[in-house]
């Protein structure tokens, strides 16, 4: 607003008045306000909310785990990106619990927030249709809404699951384990997807033994990576982990042991370059997902009208080591 | 509640009319549900607002990098907390700016939240007071409030660094670095603090070029890293590094050398102990830090009275290799 001030010769009251469609300006004067403003590309809407409503405009962001590093530079990105906005950010998690889920969202649009971005733990989004009617545009990251349509920003889940675990069959391996986050979470099942179709595309059968779903407990990831990589008959020579907290838990496992197994990891994480082998990973890009969606969310309270966006980002394969150990029956 | 009203052998609206004094109780039943709340430690305060307003209490979290992971377990364990006495959550990041804490904050408190816990980015907070008059309960958390007594939960900066650089001292190192975040920050000059005096005690002068605080970009710690290293005169032969930003990109500047060079860090993270050296660390608690500011906070929620409580938790050095290197110049 100083800027548009500054440029347009006036002070900040006449910026305000333009803006607010405000009696006492002349003409002259409404005409070179908004030109500054054009020119400059001021944001006109946003700043004409917070005017109105004396008060800051803020979004919510609700995500399913405050402490899993995946969402660090996500909530970072959103949040630069609100900033730029004028906008406030305030966060809540869903603790992967739908019920959780609704009332976080449900709490933030009675504490009036402009818009949300949401990486859904439920699969029903019904309950937001009188909100998003009411003007709160909302966008959804990483998973996409549950019978509702609406904006969705996402990885290549399946694309990226696939080339992991192609990557293995291609350095050898025959036998290889899948483990990967509870069914009812869209990108496991989605990665789930991916592996099969890269098992079955090289004509190779999954032994359902070399298949766990489930909690990202430590204690259950390592108790399916002990039972397939130490069964009796046909254990696994690699290993596919199907996100960030998976994987540390197994490289913890495969640490412990003498016999080399391949892992190839979904999500990057920090340090897995510096481990010894580097952590071979299909990289999502969290940082692109959450300012993508934010910008997304920016342009729908600008007034972007249109069909609701589906964007899927590629992932990107990072072989560092793990992922091109050799099965260790190999001749 | 329910429980309450199972014990009790009420209904749910004879609970929540004892709760809120409402008439239609007979005195006999009043007694019985008195008895099962007492008997089931049901919080009487909280549930009471919660059912007076209509809607969820909540509490905010303000806290200043969302991408540390060391907030990912303080944050979740607030959470569980609030989840524990039927409030919600809501975070923001100051992204340590003052303005934004201050903005942030007040931005909460207009939302009405019934609880704040702060991790200060600013050294001022009277502009906390008339919210606090107003009864909004607030907890600060790993730095003190500024300007104001205020309820305080951090851990000992101080005692933790003097004793990780005490331990290299002891693996006979004489010629220690010290890089650190921002001197504007408490616990950056608390732990420059333990540094000095572990140096002093044992009677070893600090070349100034051994000190470096600032920001904790990688490549402001990459350069200061190398800055003493490779003096010409007098490099140090081990690195003391105040926070987890810090220790892992010394880690990766560490990795690139010959020579090999002792290191502890403040602040344990996660793959600290996979790494080859293992990662020595001044380990603090930071679960425990957001579970006592959160009890704490729900306490003068419920109405405890009483001075501002200033909680000092220990820490906790945790040595796996690269503390425990010999100098290199080590006869």
Redesign the interface.
């Known amino acids: 607003m100083k800027d548009v001030a500054a440029r347009a010769g006036v002070g900040l009251k006449t910026v305000s008045r333009v803006v607010n469609a405000e009696p006492g300006v002349t003409p002259d004067t409404e005409r070179r306000v908004k030109e500054a403003i054009d020119a400059l590309g001021f944001r006109r809407n946003d700043s004409a909310r917070v005017l109105r409503k004396g ?2 405009a ?1 979004i ?1 962001l609700v995500l399913e ?5 995946f969402y ?2 996500l ?2 990105a959103v ?1 630069e990106v609100a ?1 730029a906005h004028g906008a ?6 869903s ?1 992967e619990d739908p019920d ?1 889920e609704q ?2 969202v449900l ?2 649009c ?3 927030v402009d818009g949300l971005i949401v990486i859904p733990a439920g699969d029903d989004h019904r309950y937001l249709e009188p909100e998003m009617a009411a003007g709160v545009a909302t966008v959804f990251v990483d998973r996409p809404a549950g019978r509702i349509d609406a904006d969705v920003v996402r990885s290549d889940s399946f694309g990226g699951a696939r080339a992991g675990v192609a990557h293995l069959i291609a350095h050898g391996h025959r036998r290889i384990g899948f483990i990967g986050d509870q069914p009812r979470i869209h990108t496991a099942t989605e990665r789930l997807r991916g592996y099969h179709v890269a098992m079955a595309d090289a004509g190779l059968a999954v032994a359902p033994e070399w298949v766990a779903l489930g909690s990202t407990r430590p204690e259950r990831v390592r108790a399916a990576a002990r039972t397939m990589l130490d069964a009796p008959h046909e254990p696994v020579t690699a290993v596919f982990t199907g996100n960030n907290r998976v994987t ?1 838990t197994v ?2 496992v495969l ?1 412990e042991r003498e016999r080399p197994v391949a892992l190839v990891g979904f999500d990057d994480f ?2 897995a370059d ?3 082998p580097g952590v071979t990973v299909v990289a999502q890009d969290a940082a692109t997902l959450g300012r993508t969606a934010a910008d997304l969310l920016f342009s729908r309270l600008d007034g972007a009208g249109g069909a609701p966006s589906h964007v899927v980002l590629e992932t990107r394969l990072v072989a560092r080591g793990s992922g091109e150990i050799p099965p260790w029956d190999a001749g």
Chains 1, 2 share one sequence.
């Open positions: 008060r800051t803020s919510g785990d405050l402490a899993d590093p660090g530079p909530n970072r949040e900033r406030l950010l305030i966060n809540g998690s603790a959780r009332e976080l709490a933030l009675a504490r009036r540390v490289v913890r640490a920090e340090l510096l481990l010894v």
